[in-house]
């Protein structure tokens, strides 16, 4: 019980004490454009909950621009269609 | 060390050794570091990492005109044999690589947006690191095992709020010195203050 609330208290600070706001804000913007761009140059595709943790995963490594190729290659020849 | 040397080996052979790569990034450790990732994902997804680095601006993203460039032109002619289609006709319509999409009338915007700003946890404090700062939300993994101290102290830290009874000691403990300090000793205190 005690435990729990000790994990939980440090998952939040953990969330708490992200990155600083303003960087966070511009990549999270960065991280729609990437995804509406992708689903608006390939119809065939749906977003689904899940496909922004995806996303990130390329965004928080390579910046913008390569971001979107890759994301755009693995969705299309790589993920299952949705 | 010896992981790295192997990735490098296998980025500096042409055509560059995606078979091995693909073997690296699944073994235990993964790619090492983000300035690894960043060199070996292009090329696991063969896409062509010398057009699409550029900064916008210098390429043609920004082009009103619809003039070909020249780095365009040597990737179209280059590697004419392994594009695919897509990707070619993306790099055609390079004008709009890193366009604006209209966020008001797009179907998918609310849901994207909602998940998005649920998201925080997948934006870690400092370097842009996301695997060490995990180890809560996965703790099976050991990631880092070219320093053996460091899981070891994870493993300690996760063990520490598994095993409850060193916390229901501690529980009794604390309430212990509490009923003694609020009966015995903030008493006597606040008499020899009065």
């Not at chain 1, 969330?15 to 913007?29: K, S, V």
């Not at chain 2, 780095?71 to 990707?87: C, E, I, M, N, R």
Request: charge should be positive; hydrophobic fraction near 40%.
């Amino acid at each position: 019980m005690l435990s729990e609330l000790f994990a939980f208290a440090i998952l939040s600070w953990r969330t708490y004490i992200g990155m600083p706001d303003e960087q966070r804000e511009g990549l999270q913007e960065e991280l729609i454009d990437i995804i509406l761009r992708v689903l608006k140059r390939n119809p065939q595709l749906h977003y689904y909950q899940g496909y922004h943790d995806i996303v990130v995963t390329f965004l928080l490594v390579v910046k913008e621009r390569l971001a979107t190729a890759l994301v755009e290659k693995l969705s299309t020849h790589h993920l299952r269609y949705f | 060390m010896k992981k790295m040397n192997d990735i490098s080996q296998a980025l500096s052979v042409s055509p560059v050794d995606v078979a091995a790569l693909r073997r690296m990034a699944i073994s235990e450790g993964g790619l090492l570091t983000d300035e690894i990732r960043c060199q070996v994902w292009p090329r696991l997804l063969n896409v062509p990492l010398h057009i699409l680095d550029q900064e916008p601006g210098t390429g043609g993203s920004r082009n009103r005109h619809g003039d070909i460039h020249r780095p365009q032109h040597s990737y179209l002619f280059a590697s004419g044999k392994h594009t695919d289609v897509a990707l070619h006709t993306m790099l055609m319509q390079n004008l709009s690589f890193l366009e604006k999409v209209d966020r008001e009338n797009n179907k998918d915007y609310n849901q994207v947006l909602l998940d998005v700003q649920r998201s925080l946890r997948r934006f870690p404090p400092g370097e842009l690191i996301p695997v060490q700062s995990s180890v809560f939300v996965k703790s099976d993994y050991s990631l880092d095992h070219t320093c053996p101290t460091k899981p070891a102290f994870q493993e300690f830290i996760v063990g520490l709020f598994k095993n409850t009874w060193h916390y229901n000691f501690l529980y009794l403990l604390l309430h212990f010195v509490l009923f003694i300090h609020r009966y015995c000793i903030s008493p006597t205190i606040s008499r020899h203050v009065k």
